[in-house]
């Protein structure tokens, strides 16, 4: 009997050919076969149109070895590009159009304004959205410092914490504030004691390069003085329904804004780091019970929004009193934070979780005309 196929869609970094998560890949082509699913990678450069055929990467378990094949189209598609400011990702969209008709497991989402506006639509979930505003004008940077001693400047499209400033404004009697920042090589930059007028200005030029939100900042400095959050993945699992994989906690860098894992930031299980927090393991039992709540509701919303996904991960902010922000959603994310806050299993089920849902997908919904060909 044939098996199922999945194609993982990415993208190479750079023009030597190298991809991100070339490791998490060659766990899951070996968990796919452990589960009776054949799965390669592809890049939109692999695609040969003219003759429908992919030059894919394959890995052989057996041997360990990567190579290449011709291989025909995949049954199903995981998307797992994340944007770019490259060639690549525009003959990324190309693909994307072109091959609309395909059956992918996770469609794209908009970018995290129109993920703000949306989840501000509905009351369930306007309560756990921090006060954010689209970046004009310094109208709008005053607007949130109005109700937040702490602001945020990110890009709309930003991911791994890079291009974000933080301003705090200082108790103070000239009127000072505190800024400090990642730029987008994710080089830190120092905190430094600026004006009104110096600070507008900066946060000028900061922004001239795109679009940026204004947020307000929810207080999240640990006794040490690092910064944390949380990050949870929820995910479809093997019956087609979301479910939650798993929570952890994100300790930022020394001197860092953000507590992202690639900026220099560790991983702590969600209950330890919580229990510190809140101060006891009930309050760290019902924020727990509370954010998976959340969690699967907004991916179910989000998805009636803008169509099919496989996963999402949250990055929450929870304060002292046991209130959830959302700060970030992302429907591209990585599992490390589970590896690194010892949570194996977790991790585990994270890669395995995409793809027993695709084989729910092929039995429910594709077996039947599985062998039909690819349409132009």
Known sequence: MTQPVLGILTLYLNNARQLEEKQVYRKMITEGKRIG??????????VDSGKQRIHAMVFDPATGEWSRKWRTFPDMIYDRCRIQRSVRFQQLLQFRSRYNHLTFLNRPLRNKWTIHQTFSQKSRFRQHMPDTLLYHSSADLHKILKVSPVVYIKPINGTGGRGILRIERLKDPRGMFDIQGRRQNRRIIQPRRV??????????????????????GIPLRLPGGRFHDYRMLVQKNSQGNWALTGIAGRVGAAKSVTSNLHGGGH??????LLKEWLGSSEKAA?????????GLDAAAFLEDSFGTLCELALDLAIDREGRIYVLEVNPKPAREVFSRAGERETYRKALKQPLEYALWI???KLAPSSSK????
């Open 195 to 216: 004006s009104l007028a110096r600070l507008e200005s900066i946060v000028r030029q900061w922004c001239i390069s795109g679009r940026f939100l204004v947020q307000q």
């Open 362 to 364: 092929y039995r429910t």
């Open 286 to 294: 019902k924020a727990i019970q509370s954010a998976e709540k959340l």
């Open 267 to 272: 991983a702590v299980k969600a209950e330890t």
């Open 37 to 46: 699913l054949d799965v390669f990678v592809f890049t939109p450069m692999d």
């Open 373 to 376: 060909k690819i349409e132009e």
